[in-house]
């Protein structure tokens, strides 16, 4: 069993930045896929970033495209903790960001992870 617990959001000018955190507990945290999902009003959950453990200390990190280029996905294995840095913040990443957690290699459906924390929100005022 792995608990998740997200911390770091709440509410930012557009154009600014906040850095969202994600503590893991429970298993082993460095084989995992970890990834971060949004969900925003009357919207499914959107894939928003990853990182795949490949061997080793290797990890490949996913972006959404709507993301690309303004958030950045990092992980510190001896914090067993997940980050996501967001930057350039847009009245359209208003949402609850969620951290997830998974055995295996898919990394963009959300219906394949099966560890959820329970969200925090991040708002963006334009």
């Known amino acids: 069993q792995v608990q998740l617990v997200e911390s770091g959001g709440g509410l930012v000018q557009a154009g600014g930045s906040l850095r969202l955190s994600c503590v893991a507990s429970g298993r082993t945290f460095s084989s995992y896929t970890m990834g971060w999902f949004r969900q925003a009003p009357v919207k499914e959950r959107e894939f928003v970033a990853a990182?795949?453990?490949?061997?080793?200390?290797?990890?490949?990190?996913y972006y959404g495209d709507s993301v690309k280029g303004r958030f950045t996905i990092s992980r510190d294995n001896a914090r067993n903790t997940l980050y996501l840095q967001m930057n350039s913040l847009k009245a359209e990443d208003t949402a609850v960001y969620y951290c997830a957690a998974r055995e295996g290699g898919s990394y963009s459906r959300a219906n394949d992870y099966q560890y959820w924390g329970q969200g925090t929100q991040v708002t963006v005022s334009s």
């Open positions: 990182m795949r453990w490949m061997r080793g200390t290797t990890y490949y990190t």
